[in-house]
């Protein structure tokens, strides 16, 4: 199973050297997502960190900043339909745009899955079609897109996103909200080869 970090929105003093700890750990992609920053502010702190984390960097605003900096891609919001351009993932959050974007990119979010972290009433819709869902995972083609579980997802809620037919997690609030962000990510990542291993040895 992949694991996805996705950055806090505003600026926290742990996060860079998070970011260090979490590459160390074996991660492969950071998303960074700061809704409120301007161009000149994401850019200017991006530059202060270590050229060689560039290509594992996912950026969800100020896009061509990626481009600038030789970043690892971009990341799209479930709110349009424009070309998918190499490197970008994007968000969907009902099964209509799964099933419509899964042949477009290379990495698709899908949730909320559980009730989120960080934002508070926010969860999935009562009566969600669990089932539909799966039947979309589990039916993909192996030229479609890599599915990862949001929202709310930690090491416990795991087991159910492999369920589901996800091929991983992007986590935020299961990481930010502890005091000690790279121990938690490494807990998930270690919960996520556990499942991994079971299901390769059944």
């Known amino acids: ?32 997502r700061k809704p409120s920053w301007t161009s000149d502010a994401l850019e ?17 605003q100020h896009r061509p900043l990626a481009g600038r900096l030789g970043l690892g891609g971009t990341h799209d919001r479930d709110d349009g339909d424009t070309p998918a351009p190499p490197g970008c993932s994007r968000s969907c959050h009902a ?3 799964l099933r419509r974007h899964l042949p477009r990119y ?15 009433g926010y969860g999935p819709a009562p009566g969600f079609p669990w089932d539909d869902l799966r039947s979309v995972l589990r039916s993909r083609t192996s030229a479609e897109a890599r599915v990862l579980a949001i929202g709310g997802v930690t090491a416990a809620g795991l087991g159910r996103c492999r369920e589901l037919e996800f091929d991983g997690a992007a986590v935020l609030g299961a990481v930010w909200n502890e005091q000690d ?9 270690d919960a996520a080869a556990r499942l991994e291993g079971a299901r390769h040895a059944a």
């Open 181 to 189: 962000p790279v121990a938690a990510y490494v807990a998930i990542r």
């Open 95 to 97: 099964i209509a745009s």
């Open 106 to 120: 290379g990495s698709l979010f899908f949730g909320p899955v559980f009730a989120s972290l960080t934002k508070p």
């Open 44 to 60: 200017s702190w991006l530059r202060l960190l270590p050229r060689e984390w560039r290509p594992r960097i996912v950026l969800h």
């Open 1 to 32: 199973m992949r694991i996805v970090v996705i950055s806090p929105e505003s600026a926290d003093p742990r996060e860079v050297r998070a970011i260090e700890g979490f590459f160390g750990a074996g991660l492969e992609s950071y998303h960074v």
